[in-house]
């Protein structure tokens, strides 16, 4: 069970929070980036921690601002874990959150006891990552035509959340379909993306910096993710697409709750 609020981080943003009852927090930070955190509710919501699942800025419920970037998405964050309280929390970043939970983490260390990395990249996805998988093209075509046509705004975003669909999930696509339903897009961070001025989110040399702070890390994956490839180490679910956590929702709260609980 949830209860929302929205909550003031700083002077000229606020953020809408879902957030459940347990001893040991867990921020919870969502991909797109421009959807809700809503299509993370489950599992998550079995976890038996204090779960706080914000919208990032300008995505959902949260308010609007005049500038989108990585790092201010991490300042709001840090502010929603001042106002809270929260001195040190776990983290479980998922797909683009996964690398503004790495940027978070990089940057004030001392609030991260352990970190889970979800359906998202520590290193570069090089360019033939997924070279000679004709299924992934071939699925991920109806999304790459949303891009290219003539829609705007939230009607783009959930458009091309629904295009890519298929290729996002591995064998539970109804479920997954009628949880984008229930998302509320936006387009705010659509726009600088698409005109190239969208810093990009995964830190610099990310792999060797993590690796000297001592904190654990957990990469949780699913095998056929056609966004980005499985790591060579890790936890990867087998029949479990980029959306692991709806293929494989057993295998998946597993995984965390094992890692946290280590």
Not at 40 to 47: A, E
Not at 48 to 58: E, I, K, S, T
Not at 60 to 71: H, L
Not at 185 to 203: K, M, N, Q
Request: net charge negative; with cysteine.
């Amino acid at each position: 069970m949830y209860t929302e609020s929205t909550v003031p981080v700083s002077a000229d943003m606020s953020l809408f929070v879902a957030q459940s009852v347990g001893d040991r927090p867990l921020l919870v930070i969502h991909g797109g980036p421009d959807w809700d955190h809503t299509y993370l509710r489950s599992p998550v919501d079995k976890v038996p921690a204090h779960v706080v699942m914000p919208d990032l800025r300008g995505c959902g419920r949260s308010g609007k601002a005049a500038e989108y970037t990585p790092d201010l998405a991490v300042t709001d964050l840090l502010g929603l874990l001042d106002v809270l309280g929260i001195e040190q929390t776990d983290i479980l970043g998922f797909s683009y959150g996964g690398m503004l939970a790495q940027r978070l983490t990089l940057r004030e260390p001392h609030r991260v006891r352990k970190l889970i990395i979800a359906s998202s990249s520590v290193v570069p996805v090089p360019a033939d990552a997924f070279a000679g998988w004709h299924e992934r093209d071939e699925l991920r075509k109806a999304e790459a035509e949303v891009w290219a046509s003539y829609l705007t705004g939230p009607s783009l975003t959930r458009a091309a959340a629904f295009a890519g669909a298929p290729a996002n999930v591995w064998r539970n696509l109804p479920e997954y379909l009628r949880i984008l339903a229930g998302v509320r897009f936006s387009a705010e961070w659509v726009a600088p993306w698409l005109e190239g001025r969208l810093p990009p989110a995964r830190p610099e040399n990310a792999s060797s910096r993590l690796g000297t702070l001592g904190i654990p890390i957990l990469l949780l994956h699913g095998r056929y993710d056609m966004i980005f490839p499985p790591p060579p180490d890790g936890v990867v679910l087998d029949d479990a697409g980029h959306m692991a956590h709806i293929d494989q929702p057993e295998l998946w709260l597993q995984a965390v709750e094992e890692f946290l609980n280590s």
